[in-house]
């Protein structure tokens, strides 16, 4: 079993930055994939980006490209998505996920996830 704590959501206005933290405990692998989606009232979860916690090699959806980092601590067991020049259109939960043993890049799929997070709202403002 594997447990996922998402945290850093927030209230902001556009431009301005969050960081959000997934505090991972049970069984994780070096060849977990950590991944990090969101979901839009009435629209379907979306993938963000991921990290594998042992190699670190790391994927980004096109829209967050270049604005949005993710990183892990695996000390901490702690991944961590850095957003910055934030838009109204990022306004969704954000929900960490893990997928156990990756099958190709199936960690950018809802069904290649085996474990998710509660989610944490992030509202952006105009």
């Known amino acids: 079993q594997v447990q996922l704590v998402e945290s850093g959501g927030g209230l902001v206005l556009a431009g301005a930055s969050l960081r959000l933290s997934c505090a991972a405990s049970g069984r994780i692998f070096s060849s977990t994939a950590m991944a990090w989606f969101r979901q839009a009232p009435g629209k379907d979860r979306e993938f963000v980006a991921a990290?594998?916690?042992?190699?670190?090699?790391?994927d980004y959806a096109d829209s967050v490209k270049g604005r949005f980092t993710i990183s892990r601590d695996n000390a901490k067991n702690t991944v961590y998505l850095q957003m910055n020049s934030l838009k109204p259109e990022d306004t969704a939960v954000y929900y960490c996920?893990?997928?156990?043993?990756?099958?190709?890049?199936?960690?950018?799929?809802?069904?290649?996830?085996?474990?998710w997070g509660q989610g944490t709202q992030v509202t952006v403002s105009s």
């Open positions: 990290i594998i916690r042992g190699s670190g090699n790391i």
């Open positions: 996920g893990a997928d156990l043993f990756p099958n190709g890049n199936g960690w950018r799929t809802v069904r290649g996830i085996d474990y």
